[in-house]
Structure formats: structure tokens, C-alpha cells
């Protein structure tokens, strides 16, 4: 065998030829170097400067260096001992070349099956592809060496970026905690209830009143943004944007007995002077703004219509009605309170002497009830407005009430609107009004009063001069009671209003009415 056969075949020993399915391109140049000198300044730097250390793995960093360093010396020397080799074949070539130039027209290059190149020995063209199959194999250990050399920066540049991240994360929290002040925990210094249970059919839990917060820690908004947090309830940010002015009308926002609650917590803490909460569905809700209001000092009206008190939340409100010394108006209409509250409210008026306007309209009281409140009424001379409309007092009711009124000073205007007074309860209105000479308008309407009561009433009207406004709208009365209208206007010169809509008449009497409207000027007719 010839020396070019010898070298061909320790190539093929050295570098292997590849496989069929690896598509390699190898640019055809015999001039082509096998490969550029790989510095060792640019293995290294790239690397180096993809793994520095961080500083929360410093020692695991530094470990890692050390291996990559040994694996890139390793790997130069690979390179170096390649290039070595490389060198030589190619001068054994240049030899081989020179001394089988005369051989060279019978030594041609065969193919077999689709295999790789095979080399006749003492030819040139076997020579050169020799070389070319040497060079591939060269690029092929090279490209490996580069592929694992990436792979090792690619994995020390990820760990870094992972340690840089985790280093952001936690220097952004610590400025974070270093930048927030110190929070109150309100719960554990204000009112924690841990029996607090707003099930529908549980009662509100009464464990927590506005006595328990501390003035020292806690201002209003601090106090009612935590107790809704407690009470488990949103926050009403029109009650928390206007809790610091002196008049806060909040109708229809949903309060109900939670919200309620909360707002009885902070309410103390307020200035507030009128306060309206109508249409909210306080419910039972009701006790815990009684109990506040009870050591208010700065609420003077009150308006807590149409929130279906009932017993849970109106019966309180006879304790609060004895209690506060400030509030003058108090509305409590359209609350379904039965005698039951009523006996307490009638309770609290006997304790109390600052309250002027009282609205229990809209509500179920009856005669018991009635009598409960002439008899407090007896002792009671602050109550100058009482409302008494649409409920359910009969003609026994109507009749102890005023009987009870009779010695009452106070009232100047009542309202006792659709109520069932009928001859009964009428015959005792015009006793009441004959004797007071402190009223001044009389509310009467829909009280089913007959013809019988029109002369006693119109003569009781003639005694008393105050009395300069009477509401008879709706009831029962015919063309018989305009004669005791007429002279009852004949001989009065003061001025008067009388509302005498709705009422049936014939058409004749509809015609004198309106001449004697004519007539008296200084009477106010509403026909």
C-alpha cells in the first residue's frame, strides 16, 4: 500500500465519514483553509461574561466557572492537536501528489451504490478528495465543539437572567415595605366580633355598639370603613363623602340592617344635624341607630319612613325617644309599627320634653294604640306636630284619644286623616275642639264624619278663634251641612281655610259655595 493510501485510510479512522441523512454542505474550494485559528481570548470572554456570579449564588457560580474553563482548555487542545494533524496530512499529500503524477491517468475516481467517495492510492483525484472528506470531518468536530460551547453560554446566560430577576423581585418588595407606613390593625383595636352572623334568620348580633371604639385611634371614616369591613357590608361612598356636613339626606341607598349598622357606628363621630335614611330597608337594623342616637348631641331631625322598622328595629326607638336631649323632629312613617312599638314610643314621650314633630303615619295602629299615646300626650307638652293619618283607629280609638287630648297644651297641628271617626269619634273631636284653644290646624279628612257633626262642629269653630285651618276633604257630608257652613261664615271675620274637596254635593250647593267664596274675601276655600 502506498503512503497516500496509508494517510487516506487513517483519516477515515480519525474523522468517520457521516451518515446519508445528515445534510452537511461543504463548499467544493480546494484552495479553501480547513478551518480560521480559534483564539482563545474569543471562547473565552463571551463565556465569562455570561456566567459573573450573582450575589445570591455566588459560590455555585464560581464552581460552574471552573468546570467551563477546564472543558474550554480541554476542548483548545482538541482544536490544537486537529490543526497538527492537519498540517501534516496535507504535506503528506503534497509528497504523494509529486511522486504519483506520472500514475495519474490510471488511477480513477469509482463509485459504488451510492456510497461515500473511495480513493485509488497513487492518484490525484483521490488525494484531493481525501483532503476534502479530512476537512468536512474537521468542520464537523469544530461545529460540535461550537454547538457545545453555546449550549454552555445559552444555560449560564438563564441561570443569570433567573438570579437577576429574583434579586428585582426582592429589592422591589423591600422598597416597597420600606415606603408604607405602618397600618393600624382596626379590627383588633376597634370592635372584633367573631359572633357576628347576618344569616336571614338570625337577628342582628348586638355585641357591637359605637362605645367601643377608641376616640384616640380611630377617626369616622377609619371607624365606618371598618366596621363594614366586620359587618361584612361594601361601604356607601355618598355617606363616607358627606359624613363631615351638617345635613345628609341619603334616601333609597339600599342600606338595609348591615348598613345600617355600620353607619350607627361612626354616626357619633359626625356633626351631623339632619339626617334622612327614608326608603333604605332598615328593618332590624333599627336598634342599632336608636341605641346611638340615644347620646347624640348634634342630630335635631331625624327621618327613618319607610323602612319596615317592625318590632326589631321600631320597638328601640321608645328607649332613644327617652334618652336624647337634642332631637326635635322624628319621622317614622310608613313602618309598620303595631301597638306593641307604639306602647314604647308612647313611653318615651312621657321622659321627654325636647321633641316638637312626631310622624306615625302610614302604620298599623288601632284603638289600643290610639290610647297609649293620648295618655302619654297627657303628661307631654313639647309635641306641637302630630301625625296620626292612615291607620287603623276606630270610632272607640278616636274618642279616647281626644278625650285624653283635651287637657293637652302643646299640639298646634294634628293630623288624623283616614281614620274611621264616624259619629263617635266625631262628637269627641268637636268636645277637643271647643275646649284647646291652642290649635291651629286640624286635619279631618276621610274620617267618615255624617251631617250630624256639621253643626257642633262649625259652632265649636266659632269659640275658637285659633283654629284657622280645617281640612274636611272626603267625608260623608251632603247638601244638609251647607247651612252651618253658611252661618259659621256669616258671623266669623277672622281669616279661615277650609278644604272641602271631594265631597258630593248637588249642583245648586256647588253654586252657592262658590258666591260665598266670592263673598268672603278673607276665607280660603279649597272646593
Known sequence: MSEAAEVVENQKELNPPLEENEN???????????????????????????????????????????STEERIESTEEKVESTEEKSESTKDKDESTEKNDEPNEKGNEQQSNNGSMHKLEPKSKAGSVQGSKDENMNERKSLWNIDQLIQQEIDTNEQEKKI???????????????????????????????????????????NDIDASDVPTCELNKLDVYKTACKIIDVIPISYYADNMNNEELIMRNHGLGPKGAKAISESLNKTQIKILDLSGNWIDSGGKFLAQTICNNCFLTELNLSNNHLGIKGGEPMGFMIAQNTNLKILNLSRNNLSNREIKAISEGLKENDVLVSLDLSYNKINDIGALYLGKSLIENESIKVLNLGWNEIRMKGIAAFFQCLKSNQGITDLSINNNGAADIGGAAIVQYIDSNRVITRLNLKSCRLPDSIAGPLFKALEQNNGLVEIILDSNCFTDAFFPSLNNFCQKITSPRTIHLEDIKLSEDINKKLEQLKEEKAEFTFYL
Open 163 to 205: 438570579n437577576d430577576d429574583k434579586n428585582k423581585k426582592t429589592i422591589d418588595i423591600i422598597d416597597e415595605l420600606d415606603s408604607q407606613p405602618e397600618e393600624i390593625n382596626y379590627e383588633e383595636i376597634a370592635f372584633a366580633d367573631s359572633d357576628m352572623t347576618f344569616n336571614d334568620s338570625n337577628e342582628l348580633s
Open 24 to 66: 452537511v454542505e461543504i463548499v467544493e474550494n480546494e484552495n479553501q483553509p480547513v478551518q480560521e485559528e480559534v483564539k482563545k481570548e474569543e471562547i473565552i470572554e463571551p463565556i465569562k461574561e455570561s456566567v459573573e456570579p450573582t450575589e445570591e449564588n455566588v459560590e455555585s457560580t464560581e464552581k460552574k466557572d471552573e
